[in-house]
């Protein structure tokens, strides 16, 4: 029997770890949950006959040890931060990782001591990074096996509300860690467009979103991802002429966002003082320079707003006198705080992942356009698109590993052929995960 160890109980977890049992006695799996939540992991497991919760802290060094030592492989939903820890100790006693999270500095360092281990490290293995760069390489080499040269790619995702349940003005809800989600676009865009390099920095980030069309879904905004030209070698793509990747949101929602950038609300480097005498109108407020009109009057002349973005603060909250109710918090906890309150799934809510390929190329003289989209529902607010797009792509990739089907060793992502292949079918005919295309002739 092969042991799969799953750490993170959270809201991505829950599509993998139904794939994980679901699979469990035909392959001969036993799969454990652990979780500093104990009970979570519990409800995940749900009494399966091939399944075992455990209380899981990855700060203590014993726990950790005896969890991974005792399993094949580790598949790791907890924070991006925590997985090279998990990962060195997978090294140290040759097991087996998969994480959704991308490839850092730290985690890359491991490469050849995974390899002389006999172990591979899959990472980026999830929606955005996971599905993105699988179907990106399907297109790439399907154009490039046709004789075409590509001199455009532009790629977006976006975790979003299904339009149904699209209920506050901000068309958002939360689908995924908020803490991403405030913290998103911190640092600097780089990207290339038509030959020359781009570079945004955070506080101009959200003023320099493209509009762009899904079919059937309508307008969406997309602001670039931190570094696109990293992809120019990943994608085997070093002479192409533009290159984006970035994240999708809906009409009007960059332009609100950018109030609190440009206010310092999504700042995480310093605490406020005394936050726990604030209403969210003092904390609005603490940003807007000192005078005699109302908080919102003052934003609005301070950064010459129009109606419908006053619209979108005033119904979070941010001119109302509810305490706040936080003894210590950066701006950007509180600001958390406050949408995790707002933005927050219902029962029954549905959301929706949106991926959005667009690609020129050149093939016999003729220059053509392909956009590939892939629009995935969820089921209710447990299960998310968010949870099956992360999920089942680290399910199915788990499956190759414990099946003999991927042999790679050290730190891999994928976009090869034997990876990508069998994942987005399995994807499409089994769970209608799944692309269309669309090609123009230009």
Same mark, same amino acid.
């Given at each position: 029997?092969?042991? &799969?160890?799953?750490?993170?109980?959270?809201?991505?977890?829950?599509?993998?770890?139904?794939? =994980?049992?679901?699979?469990?006695?035909?392959?001969?799996?036993?799969?454990? @949950?652990?979780?500093?939540?104990?009970?979570?992991?519990?409800?995940?497991?749900?009494?399966?006959?091939?399944?075992?919760?455990?209380?899981?802290?990855?700060?203590?060094?014993?726990?950790?040890?005896?969890?991974?030592?005792?399993?094949?492989?580790?598949?790791?939903?907890?924070?991006?931060?925590?997985?090279?820890?998990?990962?060195?100790?997978?090294? %140290? @006693?040759?097991?087996?990782?998969? %994480?959704?999270?991308?490839?850092?500095?730290?985690?890359?360092?491991?490469?050849? !001591?995974?390899?002389?281990?006999?172990?591979?490290?899959? +990472?980026? =293995?999830?929606?955005?990074?996971?599905?993105?760069?699988? %179907?990106?390489?399907?297109?790439?080499?399907?154009?490039?096996?046709? #004789?075409?040269?590509?001199?455009?790619?532009?790629?977006?995702?976006?975790?979003?509300?299904?339009?149904?349940?699209?209920? +506050?003005? $901000?068309?958002?809800?939360?689908? $995924?860690?908020?803490?991403? @989600?405030?913290?998103? #676009?911190?640092?600097?865009?780089?990207?290339?467009?038509?030959?020359?390099?781009?570079?945004?920095?955070?506080? /101009?980030?959200?003023?320099?979103? !493209?509009?762009?069309?899904?079919?059937?879904?309508?307008?969406?905004?997309?602001?670039?991802?931190?570094?696109?030209?990293?992809?120019?070698?990943?994608?085997?793509?070093?002479?192409?002429?533009?290159? @984006?990747?970035?994240?999708?949101?809906?009409?009007?929602?960059?332009?609100?966002?950018?109030?609190?950038?440009?206010? #310092?609300?999504?700042?995480?480097?310093?605490?406020?003082?005394?936050?726990?005498?604030?209403?969210? *109108?003092?904390?609005?407020?603490?940003?807007?320079?000192?005078?005699?009109?109302? &908080?919102?009057? +003052?934003?609005?002349?301070?950064?010459?707003?129009?109606?419908?973005?006053?619209? /979108?603060?005033? $119904?979070?909250?941010?001119?109302?006198?509810?305490?706040?109710?936080?003894?210590?918090?950066?701006?950007?906890?509180?600001?958390?705080?406050?949408?995790?309150?707002? $933005?927050?799934?219902?029962?029954?809510?549905?959301?929706?992942?949106? =991926?959005?390929?667009?690609?020129?190329?050149?093939?016999?003289?003729?220059?053509?356009?392909?956009?590939?989209?892939?629009?995935?529902?969820?089921?209710?607010?447990?299960?998310?698109?968010?949870?099956?797009?992360?999920?089942?792509?680290?399910?199915?990739?788990?499956?190759?590993?414990?099946?003999?089907?991927?042999?790679? /060793? #050290?730190?891999?992502?994928?976009?090869?052929?034997?990876?990508?292949?069998?994942?987005? *079918?399995?994807?499409?005919?089994?769970?209608?995960?799944?692309?269309?295309?669309?090609?123009?002739?230009?």
């Amino acid at each position: 029997m092969k042991n &799969v160890l799953i750490l993170g109980a959270g809201k991505s977890s829950t599509v993998l770890i139904e794939y =994980m049992l679901a699979n469990a006695q035909q392959f001969d799996w036993h799969i454990t @949950v652990g979780d500093m939540d104990i009970q979570l992991a519990e409800q995940k497991i749900n009494n399966h006959a091939f399944g075992t919760a455990i209380y899981f802290n990855a700060d203590d060094e014993l726990i950790r040890k005896q969890a991974i030592a005792a399993c094949d492989l580790v598949i790791s939903l907890l924070p991006a931060f925590m997985h090279p820890k998990i990962a060195l100790e997978c090294v %140290s @006693v040759m097991k087996n990782f998969i %994480s959704a999270s991308y490839v850092g500095d730290e985690m890359r360092a491991l490469h050849d !001591d995974a390899i002389k281990q006999d172990i591979i490290l899959l +990472n980026e =293995m999830g929606l955005d990074p996971g599905i993105d760069h699988m %179907s990106a390489m399907r297109l790439i080499n399907d154009i490039k096996e046709q #004789g075409g040269n590509i001199t455009l790619f532009e790629s977006y995702t976006g975790g979003l509300i299904a339009p149904r349940y699209d209920t +506050n003005p $901000w068309q958002y809800k939360f689908t $995924w860690n908020p803490r991403n @989600v405030v913290l998103a #676009g911190q640092g600097t865009a780089k990207f290339l467009w038509n030959g020359d390099y781009k570079y945004i920095p955070y506080q /101009k980030l959200f003023s320099r979103y !493209d509009v762009l069309t899904v079919p059937g879904y309508g307008e969406f905004e997309g602001y670039p991802n931190r570094d696109s030209l990293q992809y120019l070698n990943i994608y085997t793509l070093p002479e192409i002429k533009t290159m @984006v990747r970035g994240t999708l949101r809906r009409r009007g929602f960059c332009d609100a966002w950018n109030v609190f950038v440009q206010l #310092g609300m999504t700042d995480d480097t310093y605490q406020i003082e005394h936050i726990e005498q604030f209403s969210w *109108k003092d904390f609005m407020g603490s940003f807007l320079p000192a005078n005699n009109d109302t &908080v919102e009057n +003052n934003l609005k002349n301070y950064l010459n707003l129009p109606d419908d973005i006053i619209e /979108k603060i005033r $119904w979070l909250g941010l001119f109302g006198d509810d305490k706040i109710e936080m003894e210590k918090a950066t701006p950007a906890q509180a600001l958390q705080k406050l949408l995790e309150e707002k $933005w927050q799934l219902q029962a029954g809510d549905k959301d929706m992942c949106v =991926m959005l390929h667009v690609i020129d190329y050149e093939q016999g003289g003729i220059k053509k356009t392909i956009q590939s989209t892939m629009v995935a529902l969820g089921d209710d607010e447990l299960r998310t698109a968010m949870a099956k797009t992360v999920g089942l792509p680290l399910g199915i990739a788990a499956k190759m590993i414990l099946n003999g089907e991927i042999t790679d /060793k #050290g730190v891999v992502i994928p976009v090869q052929k034997h990876i990508y292949e069998p994942v987005l *079918k399995e994807l499409d005919e089994e769970f209608g995960i799944r692309f269309s295309e669309h090609e123009i002739s230009k």
